[in-house]
């Protein structure tokens, strides 16, 4: 095996590698030599070329606003009837057995610090419920309600996939039917040499890989043999999401009907942004078609421009929640629509260099939103920010989990009063008491009428569940 790869990484340009292999003990040249086998040699070399080697000069792109039909929220009647049909679209789409719900959790969470899966990561005020809990208890009541199979994928990476399916198996799925969830892993990229292009090693025997970002979920998805099985089943829509939100309703109906009613390929839900400084990427068209743009991409004058109404131009900040048509994706997997990927440079450890003090080498990754201008019509669907955003990203301060807690705790609050509870408020106006609504309990306000009696108090922490 390693002479045939020997001289497929000969033809590749890596020779360090290729030296490597012949210099090691045969047991820990098979090693390596199995690592290398399972990378994709022909893409690397492609990344090597346009991104490392002779990257191409970056023309500067034509930001321009997003054309973002904006439903002003809370809306004028007009609004509050799309969001209506919406909404009952959804749910025809959801009864008729035509979604399926995709849980992006392969990312390495490096900003929260956390030992484990981020899914794994304890969120609720209350109950401590994890956040893969939180999202497993939306899809279990999305069924319920809707009488359908809601398959729920959930993508791991090389590095997470063991723990996380441990994890599910151990908490029984959630009670959801074992064989209702799948779990698939994204692919690893080496990360190289920034002047020369060579694959770098971890470990004498092993590759320094890294996930290949989210936007590796469609070759992914192809490589399990998924958009198949879905094709076979006729569902056709595909809501993805990512694992640290717990205010994300899985399979919004809202979301889903207003992509169907846009007749759009992919559509990405967004929240309008706090200020002109968060760092949020955020809808815009770039060369002309519809786009997201990271914020490190937006230049300040544009972030901060504001509209003839004061509001910010660019002010639809990405969840990162997206609902995509299956033909889409599929085209997207098999190469037909090609999604492209970004350099970045950062500290890995490698056999030379274990402690490296500056970033001494090149990952590749893909972004799911890349996918936006390729397709033939994308929709931005605004939501309520305080009802569906409040991301885990960082360990303290902003986007942390005790703001998240606190968006739950005061999302919960509002539903509450909303069904003629009394929440008691403290002097900065936030409940008084730790709540929490477990999804299989209440999806909505809505949801708890008839569920609780409304001369309840709150008079300490409460948690609703079934
Ligand atoms: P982030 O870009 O916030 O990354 O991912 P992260 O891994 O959670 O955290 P940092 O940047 O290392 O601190 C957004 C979502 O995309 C998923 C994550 O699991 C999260 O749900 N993701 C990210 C993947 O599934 N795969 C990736 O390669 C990267």
Not at 189 to 213: E, H, K
Request: net charge negative; with cysteine.
């Amino acid at each position: 095996m390693s002479d045939q790869l020997i001289s497929e990484l000969e033809a590749a340009g890596q020779h360090r590698l290729a030296d490597s292999i012949r210099v090691l003990p045969q047991d820990q040249a098979d090693r390596l030599a199995l690592e290398v086998a399972s990378i994709d040699l022909a893409l690397v070399t492609r990344l090597v070329d346009e991104l490392v080697r002779t990257p191409a000069a970056q023309a500067t792109p034509d930001i321009g606003p997003a054309r973002v039909d904006r439903l002003p929220l809370p809306g004028g009647e007009a609004a509050a009837q799309h969001r209506r049909m919406a909404f009952e679209a959804g749910e025809q789409a959801l009864r008729d057995g035509r979604v399926a719900v995709v849980l992006l959790a392969g990312g390495q969470g490096t900003r929260l610090g956390f030992d484990h899966p981020k899914g794994m990561f304890p969120i609720g005020p209350v109950s401590n419920a994890t956040l893969f809990e939180v999202h497993a208890a939306g899809v279990g009541a999305t069924r319920r309600r809707y009488g359908c199979d809601l398959p729920f994928l959930l993508m791991t990476s090389r590095d997470n996939d063991d723990v996380t399916r441990d994890f599910l198996e151990q908490h029984l799925m959630f009670g959801l039917q074992p064989d209702s969830v799948t779990t698939f892993v994204q692919g690893m990229l080496p990360a190289v040499d920034p002047l020369t292009g060579d694959i770098l090693r971890a470990a004498p025997d092993r590759l320094a890989l890294s996930p290949d970002g989210h936007g590796g979920i469609f070759r992914a998805m192809e490589r399990a043999a998924i958009l198949g099985d879905l094709e076979e089943r006729r569902i056709d829509l595909l809501m993805t999401f990512q694992v640290d939100n717990p205010l994300m309703r899985p399979a919004d109906p809202e979301f889903i009907g207003a992509h169907l009613l846009a007749h759009a390929e992919m559509s990405t839900l967004v929240v309008a942004k706090r200020s002109a400084a968060e760092r949020m990427g955020v809808m815009a068209t770039v060369d002309g078609r519809p786009a997201l743009m990271e914020y490190s991409d937006l230049p300040d004058h544009l972030a901060a421009r504001t509209d003839d109404d004061g509001g910010l131009t660019y002010w639809a900040g990405s969840t990162g929640v997206h609902c995509l048509d299956r033909g889409f994706a599929t085209r997207l997997a098999t190469g037909q629509a090609a999604m492209p990927f970004h350099r970045a440079d950062k500290r890995v450890a490698t056999v030379d260099d274990p402690e490296p003090a500056a970033p001494n080498a090149v990952k590749f990754e893909a972004f799911m939103f890349d996918a936006l201008p390729l397709a033939s019509a994308t929709a931005a669907v605004e939501m309520a920010r305080d009802e569906r955003f409040a991301p885990v990203k960082n360990a303290e301060g902003a986007d942390s989990p005790a703001t998240c807690r606190e968006a739950m705790v005061a999302r919960a609050a509002r539903w509450l009063e909303q069904a003629e509870a009394t929440v008691p408020r403290d002097g900065d106006g936030a409940s008084a008491h730790a709540i929490e609504i477990d999804p299989r309990f209440a999806q909505d306000a809505a949801d708890l009428r008839g569920r609780i009696p409304s001369d309840l108090v709150v008079d300490g922490p409460l948690l609703l569940r079934d």
